[in-house]
């Protein structure tokens, strides 16, 4: 089908921040910028988009269909790891089975994106994608610089990573990271575009409750449900002291059998060692793994309180207005040290704290949740739709 070519959108860069002058055709109403032809406002553009790690579906779902709104093609493909594909297909999304998890350890991580670029190569080359976009795909930015395909990372953990030589043409970042946190990513501030609030606020304020899950997961009413996300053991930025918190945490339910606890593990094998470890706990039903997979907004809502080793469920509980702590014990973001600052997250160091400063108590869920930030999605969307018309 034909498409209409409009005069595009100028942007300039003003202390790493862009600043976006609107073509004609695009009105502001309510705070928000909405075009009053959607298809037909700019020319249509395919953006590549990679989901490598289960937070990443609920992330872009709404920039997805925002996308597409604005008249876009989306290519999404997915890594079978981590729920990844369990949680795109509750979301109905449609993408590309593409790689799996190849182990923990450096030698099998290097085989795996050597395994998975091998395999994205064949489909990038026919797809022609104009822009390659994620929450920081390794192997989807190496493939795109290997085949010349401009890359957009968006990224929220300022100590994540990068991949040798390679660099990205731009990147992405919440204002609450501060600039020099970019800097060993060797990119100039002239490709570094920002988004307010946190990523979480992508998605969250869309988000309606779904009154029948506890039910549905065989609590009452009155029962006092923690979710507890367990550390990433596999992930490069694991230390031990997150494990000796973990294990702080369920001493302490252990005391507590009013306490039922949702865990959601990140492998069959992790939930497999934890029910060695508290075979008493699984037995009397203290301690449940949900069947089938479960919208994490809905479970963190059903929650009395939410404890995680990583960032994204605590962030989704932060977002929401639910009491959150975090066992996550390597290098602690900006992100995390803002959300604590502001009393939304609390961190906690030691197993001291587990059994001092954790407060297992109910909350009341007649309330709503918090709205929090709800320009970030035209924020993000509007800075990849800069980086596709750039030249």
């Not at 395919?46 to 876009?72: A, M, Q, T, Y």
Request: net charge positive; charged share 25%; glycine share 6%.
């Amino acid at each position: 089908m034909a498409t209409t070519q409009i005069p595009t959108t100028q942007t300039d860069v003003i202390g790493g921040n862009l600043r976006i002058s609107l073509p004609a055709n695009l009105r502001v109403k309510g705070g928000e910028t909405q075009s009053e032809s959607p298809r037909a406002a700019v020319q249509s553009k395919k953006i590549w988009i990679d989901l490598e790690n289960s937070p990443h579906v609920p992330f872009f779902k709404p920039i997805i269909e925002e996308l597409e709104r604005r008249g876009h093609t989306v290519m999404l493909t997915a890594r079978d790891c981590f729920q990844v594909c369990d949680l795109a297909d509750l979301f109905q999304m449609k993408y590309r089975r593409v790689g799996r998890h190849y182990g923990k350890h450096m030698l099998a991580k290097l085989a795996g994106l050597g395994m998975r670029v091998s395999q994205m190569m064949p489909l990038a080359m026919r797809e022609k994608p104009d822009l390659s976009l994620s929450h920081g795909s390794r192997s989807q930015f190496v493939t795109s610089n290997l085949l010349g395909i401009r890359t957009l990372t968006i990224f929220d953990y300022e100590h994540s990573r990068w991949v040798g030589i390679f660099k990205p043409t731009w990147v992405m970042a919440p204002e609450i990271i501060p600039e020099t946190a970019v800097a060993n990513i060797g990119i100039s501030k002239d490709r570094l575009m920002r988004y307010p609030g946190i990523k979480e606020d992508v998605y969250a304020p869309s988000f309606t409750p779904d009154p029948s899950l506890r039910q549905r997961l065989g609590f009452q009413n009155s029962d006092l449900v923690v979710t507890l996300r367990p550390p990433a053991t596999e992930a490069h930025y694991h230390v031990p002291e997150s494990d000796q918190l973990l294990h702080a945490a369920f001493e302490l339910f252990a005391t507590h059998p009013q306490a039922k606890v949702v865990l959601v593990p990140r492998t069959p094998k992790q939930a497999a060692e934890l029910r060695a470890q508290w075979p008493d706990m699984f037995a009397r039903k203290q301690v449940i793994v949900p069947e089938h997979v479960v919208d994490g907004l809905d479970l963190i809502w059903a929650s009395d309180l939410v404890i995680s080793g990583g960032g994204t469920m605590n962030r989704e509980a932060a977002a929401l207005g639910v009491p959150v702590y975090s066992i996550f014990r390597g290098k602690i973001g900006a992100v995390d040290h803002y959300l604590a600052d502001k009393g939304r997250l609390v961190l906690l160091q030691s197993p001291e704290d587990v059994r001092n400063r954790l407060k297992l108590v109910r909350r009341n869920r007649n309330g709503r949740p918090e709205s929090g930030q709800h320009n970030t999605l035209h924020a993000v969307v509007d800075n990849i739709v800069s980086a596709l018309e750039s030249q």
